[in-house]
């Protein structure tokens, strides 16, 4: 089992920044895909960005290529998602996820498990 624990989340203006961690914890060797989703209030929850545990690997939506960045420190168990000027579409209620066997980044089903979320609300 792998436990977990989103933090960072909070009200911020259009333009600001935010760092969302992502604490691990449990039986966590073996060859993950880590991911960050979010869901607005009203609509599917949607893919941000991945990071594959062996290989290093970074995936991105379209929506948040060049203002998001993903990644991990080892010795923390500690995954980041650090979020450069923020628009207001990017309100959401963040999570993170882990799966062993993801065979698409993108959808939510592939990941075995999840966060309780940490909320993002981007407003003046």
């Known amino acids: 089992q792998v436990q977990l624990a989103e933090s960072g989340g909070g009200l911020v203006q259009p333009g600001g920044s935010l760092r969302l961690s992502c604490a691990v914890s449990g039986r966590t060797s073996g060859a993950y895909d880590m991911a960050w989703f979010r869901q607005a209030s009203g609509r599917e929850r949607e893919f941000v960005m991945s990071i594959n545990l062996s290989s290093g690997q970074v995936d991105s939506a379209d929506s948040v290529k060049g203002r998001f960045a993903i990644s991990r420190n080892t010795a923390k168990s500690t995954m980041y998602l650090e979020m450069n000027r923020l628009k207001p579409d990017d309100t959401a209620l963040y999570f993170c996820?882990?799966?062993?066997?993801?065979?698409?980044?993108?959808?939510?089903?592939?990941?075995?498990?999840w966060g309780q979320g940490t909320q993002v609300t981007v407003s003046s």
């Open positions: 996820a882990a799966g062993e066997r993801v065979k698409y980044l993108a959808r939510p089903a592939d990941y075995d498990y």
